[in-house]
T-cell receptor
Framework: GENVEQHPSTLSVQEGDSAVIKCTYS??????FPWYKQELGKRPQLIID?????GEKKDQRIAVTLNKTAKHFSLHITETQPEDSAVYFC??????????FGDGTTLTVKP | DAGVIQSPRHEVTEMGQEVTLRCKPI?????LFWYRQTMMRGLELLIY????????DSGMPEDRFSAKMPNASFSTLKIQPSEPRDSAVYFC???????????FGSGTRLTVV
């Protein structure tokens, strides 16, 4: 069945440093990998996504990489800022059409 | 577009009472999802609809939970009777297609006392 493991569960970095969050999945049929950011008390919001036919995608300070052979994908945030502090969730979709979410990573960016 | 609209934002009810949560998806989105979020269990998919038809309800905890989508612009999640362990934030989300990113509503924070 679907299973997504996300690491680390908490991450603390200094402002300006980079942050990396990794997820692994088990279903080889997974073909879509979104990332969501959830600020305290708010809704999850889609920040970037990648499909299985692409190895890397970048949007300003955030990027996502996908290794289908190893079944893992990662979120990279460069030049972190205090407003990047939030809980980040990875997710994966198969053709069944539903997202299975990781347990989340609480990122704290210290000024 | 106003996004995904959920009501109420907060609900406090007594154990045993019926609770109805409401969701209006983004116009044109064909897929609608109900998730529950707790500290212990994270984000759990309860049920999802595609073109108003329930596709997967395997996440619905038990018979006390039911969901309907009578038309493309409205869905309800009902809990009857409610129990304290149902306390959580319930999110509704919609997407153009099941394999696109979701837009979440603001959620309903349910407290059952």
């Amino acid at each position: 069945g679907e299973n997504v493991e996300q690491h680390p569960s908490t991450l603390s970095v200094q402002e300006g440093d980079s942050a990396v969050i990794k997820c692994t999945y088990s279903d080889s049929a997974s073909n879509y990998f979104p990332w969501y950011k959830q600020e305290l008390g708010k809704r999850p919001q889609l920040i970037i996504d990648i499909r299985s036919n692409v190895g890397e995608k970048k949007d300003q300070r955030i990027a996502v990489t996908l290794n289908k052979t190893a079944k893992h994908f990662s979120l990279h945030i460069t030049e972190t800022q205090p407003e990047d502090s939030a809980v980040y969730f990875c997710a994966e979709n198969t053709n069944a059409g539903k997202s299975t979410f990781g347990d989340g990573t609480t990122l704290t960016v210290k000024p | 577009d106003a996004g995904v609209i959920q009501s109420p934002r907060h609900e406090v009810t007594e154990m045993g009472q019926e609770v109805t949560l409401r969701c209006k998806p983004i116009s044109g989105h064909n897929s609608l999802f109900w998730y529950r979020q707790t500290m212990m269990r994270g984000l759990e998919l309860l049920i999802y609809f595609n073109n108003n038809v329930p596709i997967d309800d395997s996440g619905m905890p038990e018979d006390r939970f039911s969901a309907k989508m009578p038309n493309a612009s409205f869905s309800t999640l009902k809990i009857q009777p409610s129990e304290p362990r149902d306390s959580a934030v319930y999110f509704c989300a919609s997407s153009l297609d099941p394999n696109y990113g979701y837009t979440f509503g603001s959620g309903t924070r349910l407290t059952v006392v």
